[in-house]
């Protein structure tokens, strides 16, 4: 799966479960190790493990490999590495205090807003 369809994929997912403030950041010509962030959070430790699992279950189903699942028990942030797409899924609170967006605030936004009408 080209990694913009992953993208796209993801933020579906996402969205499927009320994920709030969805955004993809392009890290392509900043990062060596991901062509995509995707960050959302969710207002509940259950809606945090639900989102995750959802975006978790979605990349399986189109045979792409989660390399690495971090943080779901705790649900404060949870990492999933799908290789080119690196999704953040925080606690709304946890959101606010890493600020993922400033920190890669060089990176451009990518805009999915076809995903949440597939």
């Known amino acids: ?14 969205d499927d479960k009320r994920a709030e403030d969805i955004l993809a950041l392009n890290m392509e010509g900043l990062s060596a190790f991901a062509d995509y962030f995707v960050i959302c959070h969710g207002n509940s430790d259950k809606q ?8 978790k279950e ?16 705790a649900a404060k942030w949870i990492l999933l590495d799908l290789g080119d797409v690196i999704v953040h899924v925080f606690h709304k609170d946890e959101r606010s205090y890493y600020n993922l967006e400033k920190l890669w605030g060089d990176a451009p936004l990518e805009n999915i807003e076809a995903a949440f009408t597939m």
């Open 1 to 14: 799966m080209k990694s913009h369809d992953l993208l796209m994929l993801t933020a579906k997912a996402a």
């Open 48 to 55: 945090v493990q639900a989102i995750a699992q959802e975006i």
């Open 58 to 73: 979605k990349a399986q189903e189109n045979d792409v490999d989660v390399k690495r699942l971090e943080g779901f028990d």
